[in-house]
């Protein structure tokens, strides 16, 4: 958990009323709404039980939720796999993998998080997770062609 501390009382109390339960391990708030809520929160590799926690960037705004909820609804992974290139789309991974691995001792014995985005190693499981770590500055095709999709625009290449 190097250099990640708990939050603070009020981004603790704003991310539980987000996620409908307290965060189970600690976390900081990364990206911010207009009105300074809490968007995006940036989760230690591990849980407060050292359980791994292989989703880094989570996107926590309600009305984002809601609306990559409906996009993954309507087929929105399918779509976006076939859209983004794939070497691009796992160098993502492999970007989101080394820079959650680096918060990590490597001599610590403990279960370690694995995979890229949303723990996985290829392709694409959570257009949530993408979405969150694009907000957060990632290089992530997915990502963006997320933020395209709800602006409306047409993604290009």
Same mark, same amino acid.
């Given at each position: 958990?190097?250099?990640?501390a +708990?939050s @603070?009382d009020a +981004? $603790?109390r704003? %991310?539980?009323?987000? $996620?409908?339960h307290?965060?189970r391990?600690a976390?900081?708030v990364v &990206?911010?709404d207009v @009105?300074? =809520?809490?968007l &995006?929160? =940036?989760?230690a590799?591990r849980?407060?039980d050292?359980?791994?926690?292989?989703t *880094?960037?989570?996107?926590?705004?309600?009305q984002? %939720?809601?609306? %990559?909820? !409906?996009?993954?609804?309507?087929?929105? &992974?399918n779509?976006?796999?076939?859209a %983004?290139?794939?070497?691009?789309l796992?160098?993502a991974h492999? =970007?989101?993998a080394a820079?959650r691995?680096?918060e990590l !001792?490597?001599d +610590?014995? #403990?279960?370690r998080?694995?995979?890229?985005v949303?723990? *996985?190693r =290829?392709? #694409?499981k959570?257009l949530?997770a993408?979405?969150a770590?694009?907000?957060?500055?990632? @290089?992530? /095709? #997915?990502?963006r062609w &997320? @933020?395209?999709q709800? !602006?409306g625009a047409t993604?290009? /290449?």
């Open positions: 958990m190097a250099g990640l +708990d @603070d +981004d $603790l704003a %991310v539980t009323e987000q $996620l409908g307290p965060p391990g976390f900081q &990206v911010r @009105d300074g =809520r809490p &995006v929160i =940036r989760n590799p849980l407060h050292d359980t791994p926690m292989p *880094t960037y989570w996107l926590t705004g309600p984002q %939720v809601r609306e %990559v909820g !409906r996009l993954e609804s309507m087929g929105g &992974v779509q976006a796999e076939a %983004v290139d794939s070497t691009e796992q160098a492999d =970007r989101y820079e691995e680096a !001792r490597s +610590d014995g #403990v279960p998080p694995s995979g890229g949303a723990g *996985t =290829r392709g #694409v959570c949530h993408h979405y770590y694009f907000l957060a500055g990632g @290089d992530d /095709p #997915v990502g &997320v @933020d395209q709800l !602006r993604p290009g /290449p």
